[in-house]
Nanobody, 124 residues
Framework: QVQLVESGGGLVQAGGSLRLSCEASGRTFGNYAMGWFRQAPGKEREFVAAISWMNTNANYADSVKGRFTTFNDNSRNTLYLQMNSLKPEDTAVYYC?????????????????WGQGTQVTVSS
């Protein structure tokens, strides 16, 4: 059974930075892509970023391009989301997810396993 545990969320002022982590366990990760999604109150869960486990291919939502970067530390089975130049509209619960193969899907339904989420709040 795959387990994903996010951490690193918190309260930050607009323009600030946060780094989220997602520690993975339960199966071999070399062939699976990982994704980040977020859900703001009253809104659908939306795609943020995805990356192949060997860091060879990354995909980002237009709203975060140039501000967010995702990458893996394979030695630690950990996925990261570096978030810079944060905006109040980035406020949401952030989730990491693991896909069924190496493709960096953008659809929520394409992911098999999910973490519990971590809250990010950006004040203006």
């Amino acid at each position: 059974q795959v387990q994903l545990v996010e951490s690193g969320g918190g309260l930050v002022q607009a323009g600030g930075s946060l780094r989220l982590s997602c520690e993975a366990s339960g199966r071999t990760f070399g062939n699976y892509a990982m994704g980040w999604f977020r859900q703001a109150p009253g809104k659908e869960r939306e795609f943020v970023a995805a990356i192949s486990w060997m860091n060879t291919n990354a995909n980002y939502a237009d709203s975060v391009k140039g501000r967010f970067t995702t990458f893996n530390d394979n030695s630690r089975n950990t996925l990261y989301l570096q978030m810079n130049s944060l905006k109040p509209e980035d406020t949401a619960v952030y989730y990491c997810a693991q896909g069924p193969n190496g493709y960096t899907y953008t659809r929520r339904s394409s992911y098999d396993y999910w973490g519990q989420g971590t809250q990010v709040t950006v004040s203006s």
